[in-house]
């Protein structure tokens, strides 16, 4: 009871504060594009833990198809005309469809060999962006090393998003937060998300009670680079701008650290760390190149300390709150 | 009775070793059928190459039917259940869900909520149906696999040492159970186990196997009458 009502004004309080935060730091664009980057980051990371921590499959090469996603989004936006709208949904089917491929030579790999495999993307994809750039596909060129440019912004009932006003770019990005956040929580609990436990916590077992392991490992490829590819979609059309430093390995080590730090496996774990890291790698920025060191201390630390991450240090505040709770009520009810 | 499972000839080897050979052998309908053998006879083995979770040599036929190239999930949906000896559960998830698995998965019926009720009353944890498995002692997580086995609704079960590690009183209810899963369900059983009494006093036939060969196949009767499996396995207080 006490338990389920601290969840739950938790929960209203946390979506009351990301509502009125504007109020707060509207004026503050530095903030504002912080606080933004933290949703799409926060849609990045809970996909990937969909996939790490759900599935359990060391699938290390997420980052591209975030990547993908920003590309596919971008090309067909600057050169189709496509709607960004329709653009994040076609960014997350090109990334779905890679995942897929990728996932099938994958399907026999597990723990280092897969990681292995799937990290090597992250060496791949930019030096083909950068071979398919300007000279190579005159109408269709990636921008090579420089990036895709001047990627169009969504419109909506005749205004357009614009990075002089921030408020409603960032109202977009916490509905495609919830958005996402909600889709993934219903994988989770839904049948598919059973299988992945399944698959996770035993698998000889789940493939004996009927489960076929290939079709829910290329099913948990294909829905969590989906969603990336869509994060990176909006990413794109945020920036208006995606190049092959956004899997450079620093965005990969940070984006690792957010899901780490977040917690494997504890949705919504993984979003609250992309939260936190996001703000303490811009609080960080004046350290320079330390910042990489203090941030795989924090993993380390993490890694010995509290494994399931922050949602560790939830639930032992949330024992704490409980125990205050009953301690008052039994105060009260026993007779003076 | 009609046979529902033969082997012919199957050997599975891991490089010199082979762990199973040439090994055939015929289960029928219905009846519980015993091996027993020393430890590294090839039992569990045997157990998962008829699972298909290795791939071995021969021919395995069940109704008739070959499933020796199918893929774990297949064979289960081909109506084979399994448990494991080392208690295996989906630690993280409740008893309820541990048994959704094999309901949703491992079996076609539409019934789902029905048939994981059943399973969980005819196992006894109804009550503990929404505690987590991680957090169930030894005889409890037994019972869990048990009963994602048993919620496929398979017409043939593997029990891998199902009685291993638990008390005296424990070994009774789980006698009981494989009984009524026998009886009640109508369900055949193979059971591996060690416990040599409980073994002879369940099956209807059973099969010793010794270095990954059948050494001996018959009535309990028989098994315990045979000089081979005295020497390699029962010892002199047998005879």
Known sequence: MVNNLLKNLSRIGLLLLLAILPILFHDNDHIMNIIILCLIWGVVAASWDLILGYANLFSFGHLSFFVIGGYASGLLAKYIGLTPWLGYIAGGIAAAIIGFLIGIPCLRLKGMYLAIVTFSLNFVLPTLIVWAGPGKFENFSTGGSWGLTRIPAPSLFGYVFTRQELVPWYYLSLGFFIMFLSIIYLIIKSNIGLAFIALRDAEPQAKSLGVNEYKYKLLVFALSAFIAGSAGAYYASYFSLISPASMNLDVFLIVLVMVLFGGLGVFPGAAIGAFIITIVNELLRPTLEWRLVILGTIVILTMMFMPKGIMDILALLGRLMKRILNIRRSSKSTPA | ?239
């Open chain 2, 1 to 239: 009775m009609p046979i529902i499972l033969e082997t012919k000839q199957i050997t599975k080897r891991f490089g010199e070793l082979a762990a199973v050979n040439n090994l055939s052998f015929d289960v029928n309908e219905k009846e519980i059928f015993g091996i027993a053998g020393p430890n590294g006879a090839g039992k569990t083995t045997l157990f998962n190459v008829i699972s298909g979770i290795y791939s071995g040599s021969g021919e395995i036929d069940y109704f008739g039917e070959r499933i020796d190239r199918l893929r774990p999930f297949q064979v289960c949906l081909k109506g084979i259940a399994r448990t494991f000896q080392i208690p295996t559960v989906f630690s993280t998830l409740t008893v309820y869900d541990n048994i959704r698995i094999g309901a949703h998965f491992g079996n076609h019926s539409l019934n789902e909520k029905k048939i994981i009720n059943d399973v969980l009353e005819f196992i006894g944890l109804t009550e503990k149906q929404h505690i987590e498995a991680k957090h169930l002692p030894l005889f409890d997580k037994k019972l869990t696999m048990l009963g994602a086995a048993l919620a496929t609704e398979p017409k043939l079960i593997l029990l891998d040492e199902p009685i291993g590690g638990l008390s005296p009183k424990e070994i009774n209810e789980s006698v009981e159970l494989f009984k009524r899963i026998n009886n009640e369900l109508g369900i055949t059983i193979i059971v591996i186990e060690h416990l040599m009494k409980v073994l002879m006093a369940i099956s209807q036939r059973m099969m010793i196997i010794h270095n990954g060969e059948k050494i001996c196949i018959g009535s309990p009767e028989e098994v315990a009458r045979d000089k081979q499996v005295i020497e390699v396995y029962l010892g002199a207080e047998y005879a």
